[in-house]
C-alpha cells in the first residue's frame, strides 16, 4: 500500500516536532511552565466548578419544576448557582466558627502550661538515679517561660526585616486573593454557559476527530463523570456521618472540644480510610493539653471508630455508592497512597471505580451474561444504581 504525499507530510512534520520537542526541552519545559502558571487561575476554576456542578444540579433539578414562566425557567441555572455557592461558603464558615475559636484557645493553653510541664518533667526526673544530679541542677535552674518567649522572638526575628516580611505577605495575600478571584470567576461563566461549552466541544470532536474515537472518548468520558459524581457525594456523605458520631461519642464521654474535633475529623475524612485516624490525633494532642486520662480515653474511642469507618462506612457508603467492591476500595487506597500520597488517597478510588466498570462493561459485552452488565449513562444523573 503506498503512502499519499499528504500522509508523508504529516509523518515528517510529526518526527520534526518531537525531535524538536526532544532536543530543546530545556526551553520548551520554560515555555510549559510560563504556559501553565498563566492558565493557573483557569485551571483551578475548573476544579472548582465540577464539585460546584453537582450542587447546582441538584438545585437545578428541584427549582421550579412545576412552573410554565418563561422569566423563572430561565433564570433557574442562575439562582442554582447562587445557591450553591451560598451552600459552599456556609459549609466552610461553619467549619471555621467552630474550629478557629477552640484552636486559639488550645494555642494558648499550650504556651501558657508548657514551662509548667517541663518543670514537672524535671522534677520527675530528679527521682530516677539514672539521670546525672550536675543535668538535673541545670534543668531546675532553667527559667522555661523566658526560654520559650527567647524562642518565639528568634523564630520572628529569623524571618527577616519587618519590611521583608510585610512586602512577602502582602504580596503572596495579593496574589492569592487573584488567582482565587479568578478562578471563582471562571468557574461562574463555566457553569452558567455548560450547555454551550459542551456543544462547542462536540462540534470541534466532530469536526477533527474520527467519529469511532468521538465515540470512546464520550464513553469513557461518562463513565469517569459518573463515578467521581457518586465519589463527591458519598465522601461528603461519609465525612458527615463520621463528624457527627465523634462529635456524638465526645458529648456522651464528656470530653472537651466535642464540636471542633468532630469538625476536623469530617474535613480530615476525606482523606479514605486513615483520614479519621489523623483528625483523631490532632484531637489527642489538644486534649492533652487539659487532661492526659481524657486524652488516653479519646485516643480508645477513636481507634474504635476509626476501625468502624475504616471496615464498614467507608467500604459500605463509598464502596457500595459507586458500584466498586470493598476489597477494591481499600486496594486502591493502600496503592495510591503508597505512590502520590494524601492526593493519591482521595482519588484513587473514583479513578479505580472508573476503570473497573469499563473494563467489567467490556469482559461483558460480547458474553451472555449481559444482565452483569452496567449501561452507560448519557448524563450522571440518569445512571442507573446497579453494583
Known amino acids: 500500500m503506498k503512502l499519499k504525499t499528504k500522509s508523508l507530510i504529516k509523518i515528517a512534520v510529526a518526527v520534526i516536532a518531537t525531535w524538536l520537542f526532544i532536543h530543546y526541552w530545556g526551553h520548551t519545559a520554560n515555555i510549559i511552565k510560563a504556559l501553565f502558571a498563566a492558565a493557573f487561575p483557569l485551571i483551578v476554576g475548573t476544579l472548582l466548578a465540577y464539585p460546584l456542578n453537582i450542587l447546582m444540579s441538584f438545585y437545578e433539578r428541584h427549582l421550579f419544576t412545576k412552573t410554565r414562566k418563561a422569566l423563572l425557567i430561565k433564570g433557574r441555572r442562575a439562582l442554582a448557582l447562587v445557591l450553591a455557592l451560598l451552600t459552599l461558603v456556609s459549609v466552610i464558615a461553619l467549619v471555621i466558627a467552630l474550629v478557629l475559636p477552640q484552636l486559639i484557645d488550645c494555642i494558648k493553653l499550650l504556651i501558657a502550661e508548657v514551662p509548667t510541664a517541663l518543670s514537672m518533667i524535671t522534677a520527675k526526673l530528679s527521682e530516677f538515679d539514672f539521670v546525672p544530679e550536675n543535668i538535673i541542677e541545670t534543668l531546675k535552674g532553667i527559667d522555661w517561660q523566658s526560654k520559650i518567649s527567647d524562642i518565639i522572638k528568634t523564630v520572628t526575628s529569623g524571618l527577616g526585616s519587618v519590611m521583608d516580611v510585610v512586602v512577602s505577605t502582602v504580596s503572596s495575600v495579593v496574589s492569592g486573593v487573584t488567582t482565587t478571584f479568578l478562578a471563582i470567576i471562571f468557574s461562574i461563566y463555566v457553569l452558567l454557559y455548560k450547555d454551550k461549552l459542551g456543544s462547542q466541544l462536540k462540534t470541534l470532536m466532530a469536526r477533527y476527530l474520527p467519529k469511532k474515537i468521538s465515540d470512546k472518548i464520550y464513553y469513557v468520558s461518562s463513565v469517569a463523570d459518573n463515578a467521581f459524581h457518586r465519589f463527591i457525594v458519598a465522601q461528603c456523605t461519609e465525612a458527615l456521618i463520621l463528624g457527627l458520631l465523634c462529635t456524638l461519642g465526645m458529648f456522651i464521654l464528656r470530653l472537651p472540644y466535642a464540636a471542633m474535633i468532630g469538625a476536623v475529623t469530617a474535613v480530615t475524612a476525606f482523606i479514605p480510610i486513615v483520614g479519621a485516624l489523623l483528625g483523631g490525633g490532632i484531637g489527642a494532642f489538644l486534649i492533652l493539653m487539659e487532661s492526659p486520662v481524657k486524652a488516653l480515653i479519646f485516643l480508645v474511642f477513636i481507634i474504635v471508630l476509626q476501625q468502624l469507618e475504616g471496615d464498614l462506612i467507608y467500604p459500605r457508603v463509598v464502596g457500595t455508592s459507586m458500584g466498586l467492591p470493598s476489597i477494591w476500595v481499600l486496594a486502591a487506597v493502600t496503592v495510591g497512597g503508597s505512590m502520590f500520597g494524601i492526593l493519591g488517597m482521595m482519588f484513587s ?28 449513562p448519557v448524563t450522571c444523573e440518569a445512571e442507573q444504581s446497579n453494583p
Not at 478510588?349 to 452507560?376: F, G, H, M, W
Open 349 to 376: 478510588v473514583p479513578v479505580a471505580a472508573t476503570i473497573y466498570r469499563l473494563i467489567r462493561n467490556d469482559v461483558y459485552k460480547d458474553t451472555s451474561e449481559k444482565t452483569e452488565e452496567i449501561p452507560v
